[in-house]
């Protein structure tokens, strides 16, 4: 086929959309079109080649990624229909296992299930693990472990060393079977098993699908490709579209050496780099390219912006976090001037750094909506901590206030102590049976809420933080429990600042009341309004802003102080890199030198693209 039969299609995706038979490498960069390609060639190999759809297998990553994959090759086709399969790994491998005797009455687990079963497996080993943000680290783990086939009894997670590990993995895998329940990972293991030991059904299975194309493929992890390489053999007619710089979920397992590998996996692979972005202009493209360039481990690639130089990336400090988020505000004053608010992207390392800003917007009144769904920075349990203590000291004593605070720092309360709803301390004092240093501490703490019942906000939570001694008590719990301190910080600071709005508890406690419902209502269901995107770095993946706004860049938030080897490091920059190529006409970077009473240094990564 002659490539003047191909509007609108440059000499890179020609090659790309035209290959057929054998395995075929296609680094698609930011903006240069793979969703054009791949539909292309769907529509290429149906109608040029003769090649039957079902015979054709398109994996995604995400389930509204295949929906928007298999509209945009229904449009594209019309009034023909190719019975073409579009799936996520986990939906093509389910469907493998269900049609397959043995396997009919598969039930997948809940997430709620899957903790409660957790919970059984830690109780029963008599491990000391109550903190649910912990439990939830421990299933990513397994979950990790199930994704790259290792063997639990060499994994070491931190907080359990290996054998604790094991034994928490083999007990939770076996009450799962017991309970003949399967999870994602699980379905990628079982369909691996089955097609390992059944040559039938994996030659069936080679048979349907014939042709196999797997869209982002930098994000697959170990299991998935051992799955997909045998389906795929002896053919191997693998078309692989990806970009190794936008591997950015390591942490659930993905592998970007298996995209560095293909093609010494497969020697005879053919390699097309897609180098025209239609997204961004040439400033922006040529730092964040420069940038990436850092990274050791990747492909060497070429990326030309159609759309000229445009404006200069600007990379800006400010004194403090308060005018940062001035400078933001008359960003987006001037972005809506000429265009509107949904031109506007305000993307964040994560999350809890995006909720200071919320503020500032509500006040200013400028609409805006979450992509993630928001958190409020009063989920934390800190701030509930602080919130439960301030409640009891203005009349509300309940157990549920008292038991969040009671022994934070350590008092020696006993819950058997504590018999009735309503908690009266100057009651409990007066036991006969008290021992002296429980009763000094129970004096301590009554005088303690006594004080904190009588101040404005800002005086009572700085008095909690400090005075009663919370903050030293947290920080070493942080430590020890491995919670990130920076995350902790962020949340106290931003407490205490709100607080200093308000002159009553009574005011405060609204505004905490009001702040929730401001962010349920930024949810995702208002995305089609005009309002400004707030997202996260990683969420921020595929998608595209006019203005791109990068607030807090300060070391220890980007990269994030966990981040210490040196492929931790690597990720973290291909994670920025992301979030700067989502902007097409204008890029700010910008960081405060101080946040609160912290002075704050610039990212290493602001050094890197100057």
């Known amino acids: ?60 990553f995400t389930k509204p990624a295949a929906t928007e994959m298999q509209e945009r090759f229904d449009k594209l086709m019309g009034d023909k229909y190719y019975p073409v399969t579009f799936g996520t790994f986990h939906a093509v491998y389910y469907h493998i296992l269900r049609s397959c005797p043995g396997y009919e009455d598969l039930n997948i687990v809940s997430e709620k299930e899957k903790r409660i079963f957790l919970k059984t497996v830690i109780d029963n080993l008599g491990l000391e693990i109550t903190d649910s943000s912990i439990r939830e680290m421990i299933l990513g783990d397994i979950s990790k472990v199930k994704n790259d086939g290792s063997d639990p009894a060499l994994y070491s997670a931190g907080y359990l060393n290996a054998e604790e590990f094991s034994a928490v993995y083999k007990d939770y895998c076996r009450m799962m079977k017991a309970e003949k329940k399967i999870d994602f990972d699980d379905m990628v293991l079982e369909c691996y ?34 799955v997909i390489r045998m389906i795929a053999s002896p053919l191997n007619n693998l078309f692989i579209v990806g970009d190794d710089d936008q591997s950015i979920y390591g942490f659930r397992g993905s592998e970007p050496g298996i995209m560095l590998g293909f093609p010494d996996e497969y020697k005879e692979c053919k390699k097309v780099n897609l180098k025209n972005n239609y997204r961004s202009t040439a400033d922006i493209l040529d730092k964040a390219s420069a940038f990436i360039k850092l ?21 800006m400090s400010f004194k403090t976090a308060e005018a940062e988020y001035e400078f933001i505000l008359k960003v987006i004053s001037t972005a809506k001037r000429t265009g509107s608010y949904r031109d506007v992207a305000l993307i964040f390392r994560t999350n809890m750094l995006a909720r200071a800003v919320t503020q ?33 000291a203005h009349g509300e004593n309940t157990r549920e206030n008292f038991f969040k605070f009671m022994n934070k720092p350590v008092r020696y309360i006993s819950r058997e102590l504590i018999k009735y709803e309503k908690v009266e301390l100057k009651i409990h004092v007066k036991y006969k049976t008290l021992k002296p240093y429980l009763r000094k501490n129970i004096q301590k703490l009554i005088w303690d809420l006594e004080r904190v019942g009588k101040m404005e906000p800002y005086a009572a ?73 707030i997202i996260t770095m990683h969420s921020s993946k595929g998608l595209e802003y006019k ?64």
Request: charged share 35%; with cysteine.
């Open 360 to 392: 500032i917007l509500a006040k200013n009144k400028i609409p805006y909506y979450f992509k993630d769904k928001p958190r409020s920075f009063t989920d934390h349990f800190a701030c509930g901590d602080i919130l439960a203590i301030m409640r009891f």
């Open 461 to 533: 939570i700085n008095y909690i933080r400090k005075g009663m001694g919370y903050e030293s008590w947290l920080m070493k719990y942080a430590r020890e429990n491995k919670y990130n301190l920076e995350e902790i910080n962020e949340v106290l600071d931003m407490m205490t600042s709100a607080a200093m709005q308000y002159d009553s508890y009574e005011a405060f406690m609204e505004y905490i009341e009001d702040y929730k419902e401001m962010l349920e209502d930024a949810g995702e269901n208002n995305c089609d309004e005009d309002r400004v995107t």
């Open 193 to 226: 098993r089955l097609l390992l030991n059944d040559k039938k059904v994996l030659e069936e299975w080679r048979e349907n699908y014939k042709y196999i194309l797997i869209d982002e493929f930098q994000d697959i992890n170990r299991m998935q490709f051992e």
């Open 1 to 60: 086929m002659q490539k003047n039969n191909m509007d609108g299609v440059n000499e890179d995706q020609f090659m790309a959309i035209t290959h057929v038979e054998g395995p075929m490498m296609v680094l698609a960069g930011p903006g240069t079109g793979k969703t054009f390609v791949i539909t292309r060639r769907l529509k290429y190999l149906c109608e040029e080649k003769g090649i039957p759809g079902e015979n054709i297998l398109v994996i995604t």
């Open 295 to 315: 990274n050791e481990k990747r492909f060497d690639k070429k990326l030309i912006s159609a759309k000229g130089k445009g404006n200069d990336v600007s990379v």
């Open 547 to 610: 203005t791109v706004i990068l607030p807090d860049l300060n070391e220890g938030l980007v990269p994030q102080a966990k981040a210490r080897r040196k492929e931790e490091i690597e990720e973290e920059r291909r994670v920025f890199y992301v979030a700067m190529t989502r902007a097409k006409e204008n890029l700010f970077l910008t960081y405060p030198e101080k946040k609160g009473d912290y002075k704050m240094s610039p990212s290493r990564f602001l050094r890197e693209i100057k």
